[in-house]
């Protein structure tokens, strides 16, 4: 199911999270809103690093 998911979709999803951080941020907790947000990115752009393609020119061809 989730194997057909594009990077680049999966960090439009991830962002979708900062919606109801940035909401908590404006509404209860300014700071902790800003670090539930930065922790969202740093997850979205971890899922974005992770999910793409790996670039197989620079691997070693010998496996010794």
Request: aromatic share 4%; proline share 6%; hydrophobic share 55%.
């Amino acid at each position: 199911m989730f194997e057909s998911l594009t990077p680049r979709t999966t960090l439009v999803l991830a962002l979708l999270a900062l919606v109801p951080t940035i909401v908590w941020m404006l509404t209860r907790s300014g700071l902790g809103g800003a670090i539930a947000s930065v922790n969202v990115v740093l997850i979205a752009a971890s899922m974005y690093i992770a999910l793409s393609p790996i670039d197989t020119s620079h691997r070693p061809s010998d496996h010794a």
